[in-house]
């Protein structure tokens, strides 16, 4: 496994070593000698095609995640909502599939999102704090400073996604 550094401070994607025979692939997600940190639980989610996921954040107990498809194919996103960081209110957004040899990292201070871009996918998520409903927030996926090029334009959300809050918010 190797460790490859993005444009935005802190993002980092995780490149796994996978192997394939007649069976089909064996694949590593992760490993705590790459990135040291204390992942508490982990949690799946399984969307359809064009649902989005996001853009979550917890204001108090901050989640650091690790984001791995095991099925189908999605558009993963993490916005930079810390305060004081050159690159606040900037995003970095990856295809992540099945298929794909890596899983992406998104540090404590990031709103998270994806788009279901298969006709299923199961995102697996290696979180190191548990949920904090309280301090749960959503940064709006359309926001138009931060401007996401999405490649639909109309999702299937959750009533909380629809109702996210713009950047100005988390300042």
């Not at 040291?36 to 853009?55: A, E, I, P, T, Y």
Request: with cysteine; proline share 2%.
């Amino acid at each position: 496994m190797k460790i490859k550094n993005v444009k935005i401070t802190g993002l980092r994607i995780i490149k796994t070593k996978m192997f394939f025979d007649s069976r089909g692939f064996f694949k590593e997600i992760f490993r705590n000698n790459l990135i040291k940190k204390n992942f508490k639980f982990d949690v799946m989610s399984l969307s359809k095609k064009n649902v989005l996921r996001g853009l979550h954040i917890q204001t108090k107990k901050p989640q650091a995640k690790v984001i791995t498809v095991v099925f189908g194919k999605i558009m993963d996103v993490a916005v930079d909502l810390r305060k004081n960081s050159k690159t606040f209110g900037k995003y970095y957004s990856l295809i992540i599939s099945d298929k794909s040899e890596y899983s992406f990292y998104v540090p404590e201070g990031f709103a998270h999102g994806f788009l279901c871009l298969s006709e299923k996918c199961i995102v697996h998520y290696k979180c190191s704090e548990y949920r904090h409903e309280e301090s749960e927030n959503t940064l709006h996926w359309e926001d138009k400073t931060v401007k996401i090029k999405w490649p639909i334009k109309k999702p299937i959300l959750s009533e909380k996604d629809k109702v996210g809050k713009n950047l100005d918010f988390f300042r």
